[in-house]
């Protein structure tokens, strides 16, 4: 990483309120570039703090962007970090609509051009798509980065932790005396997420509303959309370049996981991202006739076979160009299943190696050898000759099972692993159907993997395993007791492609140099960050994980922030009614300057019956040691579609 400390501009910066037509106002940072003349803005907005939690990552990117020519802003939305009002769903409305309202502010200010450009990441790159789709006329482009335009399929991960988030207070550095007035009014405002999104499990009008999907054609920013080959999102790239006109759509798939590509986090090779993205807002933003647009359609990362771990600093691999997508370089390729058909019915705890949903980075984020699952599964495996050529897949690998089933409930995982010669088995992608939801479909038993860029060598397997079971990643059904495989009516089809002599190049990562955060020394031992207890007597397993928050840290404006997080899923082998999992947050938030002391402790935990989820929380909010908001929440939510 190289870290840039001179640019065409100078740059200041000034934190504002940004008013919206209620009255609300929203907290924002601006760094512009000092000059007279007036240049076009970018905006980051997110419920990601902008004072404290996502400081060191704006400083990296916003006065970089300040530096050569553009008004880069930053804003915490309605509800969050020092902003006013009431958080929302993140499925509602409310959230793109002020977006909106932001983006025309930002237009009419006497130092923009009045052309906007958006960017973020996750829940920020998702919601310029949403703001991107309402097509307010000063947003021209926008940069969108492992984000979801299908919020049914995405997002269901972040149910347990986002109101954890929503309820840390604003800052009394930024805000005033004002900041507990506002906390409590938040804090008594937020429900817990966790019973909204189970009781909406289908693909109804609830998670329809929060993506685009449903309306790509709405968009009329032009995109570059971005994905990672380990981040859940990446088939998020896939369609949009799919079904946007191509001449104002791009997109990039790298090796990575849950992070902006130029981070430099496991797994890498990173890019350049930031000199990227400057092509793409010269040309859309001021008209630099440069080549951005000459771009092919897709530029992908084709990863090499590689061992099963669970952190890689680098992936072996290359890089690929495709000018459309569909891709004229790739041809589905069948393999059809032998054998006589075959019960699958996986024990309960299959899937407990199936690596971190969102992976960011983490020693113990990726799937390890597959051999445990596989052995829970029904393997058919394809051999690769030894004298012929690698097989090179991109894109998404698709399935169809002839399966009978006891009970109109339960699911099916496939998963697709590359086996080497030794027998150690590497996930490669992985998809699932719940049969339900095929009994809803005419019986259908076919479905994608996610998309992914892999090279499987001669004398190597593919090896498609199929589980009825994969915790904690998918809740098991009441009923769920396996089926049968017919393999003679079953076949895999793989997106193989030919291979090409592609020339894709990127500048090394540059950022501005970001704040120093200081994490202070402890002797404290860390807990793993991924921990497997089995309780051999009653056939019970614990998987334990730290996500790694970030510990303490201590910012340069002098706030001292603590965050610890154990989340916690149990199963009983044979047992899909014994399913439990349970989240506890722990957060400090510590000005000793002006005697400021919070804690938040939050605990979210789900169990079932036959006929329902049950949840529970529980919020308790200290200033100075003194209890100022205590609320348990206690939901029996139906079960409709698992």
């Not at 098991?476 to 997106?495: C, I």
Request: contains cysteine.
């Amino acid at each position: 990483m190289r870290i840039r400390t001179t640019f065409p501009y100078e740059t200041t910066h000034e934190d504002v309120r940004i008013p919206l037509p209620d009255g609300t106002r929203l907290y924002a940072r601006v760094w512009r570039p000092v000059t007279d003349d007036p240049v076009p803005a970018l905006l980051e907005y997110l419920p990601g703090r902008l004072t404290d939690r996502t400081a060191p990552r704006d400083g990296q990117r916003h006065p970089w962007y300040a530096g050569h020519g553009y008004a880069s802003v930053r804003v915490d939305v309605r509800g969050h970090g020092n902003s006013e009002g009431l958080p929302g769903n993140a499925y509602d409305a409310v959230e793109p609509a002020d977006g909106v309202a932001v983006v025309n502010w930002l237009a009419e200010r006497p130092w923009c051009t009045g052309k906007v450009g958006m960017f973020g990441i996750s829940r920020g790159g998702s919601t310029a798509l949403r703001i991107a789709a309402l097509a307010p006329g000063p947003l021209k482009a926008i940069v969108t980065v492992c984000s979801s335009d299908d919020r049914y399929d995405d997002d269901s991960a972040w149910a347990a932790t986002l109101p954890d988030f929503v309820r840390r207070p604003p800052d009394p550095r930024y805000v005033g005396e004002e900041w507990r007035e506002m906390w409590l009014r938040r804090l008594e405002a937020v429900e817990p997420s966790v019973p909204t999104w189970l009781a909406h499990r289908t693909r109804d009008a609830y998670g329809r509303h929060g993506g685009v999907r449903e309306d790509h054609g709405a968009i009329e920013a032009a995109v570059l959309a971005v994905g990672g080959w380990h981040d859940p999102y990446r088939d998020t790239v896939l369609r949009l370049v799919e079904h946007l006109p191509e001449d104002r759509v791009r997109g990039i798939i790298g090796p990575w996981s849950h992070q902006y590509p130029d981070q430099g986090l496991p797994p890498g090779p990173a890019i350049g991202f930031l000199q990227e993205t400057l092509r793409w807002w010269d040309h859309h933003l001021k008209g630099a006739e440069n080549d951005v647009m000459a771009e092919p359609l897709l530029r992908s990362w084709i990863s090499a076979s590689h061992p099963p771990a669970t952190v890689y600093e680098e992936l072996p691999g290359r890089w690929v160009a495709d000018p459309a997508w569909p891709s004229p370089n790739i041809t589905p390729v069948t393999y059809a299943f032998q054998g006589d058909p075959v019960v699958v019915d996986s024990p309960q705890q299959t899937g407990l190696d199936a690596g971190r949903f969102l992976p960011r980075g983490n020693d113990a984020d990726l799937p390890p050898d597959q051999r445990d699952e596989d052995a829970h599964s029904a393997c058919f495996d394809f051999v690769v000759p030894e004298d012929g050529p690698p097989i090179e897949i991109l894109g998404r690998p698709w399935v169809s099972l002839a399966l009978t089933t006891p009970a109109p409930t339960g699911q099916v995982i496939a998963r697709l692993c590359d086996v080497a010669p030794d027998g150690s088995s590497t996930l490669v992608t992985r998809g699932a159907l719940t049969l339900s939801a095929r009994h809803e479909e005419a019986e259908s038993s076919a479905f994608e993997l996610n998309g992914i860029g892999h090279t499987f060598p001669p004398g190597h397997r593919v090896r498609l395993a199929v589980s009825s079971a994969y915790w904690p990643w998918i809740w098991p059904q009441p009923d769920a007791a396996g089926f049968t495989l017919d393999p003679t009516a079953s076949h895999l089809t793989l997106p193989v492609r030919r291979p090409t002599d592609d020339t894709v190049e990127w500048q090394e990562p540059e950022h501005s140099e970001p704040p120093t955060v200081v994490i202070p020394a402890t002797l404290e031992e860390p807990r793993p960050e991924r921990l497997v207890v089995r309780d051999v007597a009653k056939g019970e397993w614990r998987l334990e994980v730290d996500p790694r928050p970030g510990g303490t840290r201590v910012h340069p404006d002098g706030l001292e922030c603590t965050e610890d997080v154990l989340e916690t899923y149990t199963i009983t082998e044979r047992d899909p009614l014994s399913a439990h999992t349970r989240s506890d947050w722990s957060i400090r938030m510590h000005r000793p300057e002006m005697a400021w002391n919070i804690t938040i402790d939050a605990r979210s935990e789900i169990a079932c019956d036959a006929d329902a989820f049950l949840t529970s929380n529980e919020v308790v909010c200290k200033e100075a040691g003194e209890v100022i908001f205590h609320r348990t929440w206690e939901k029996r939510v139906p079960r409709t579609a698992g």
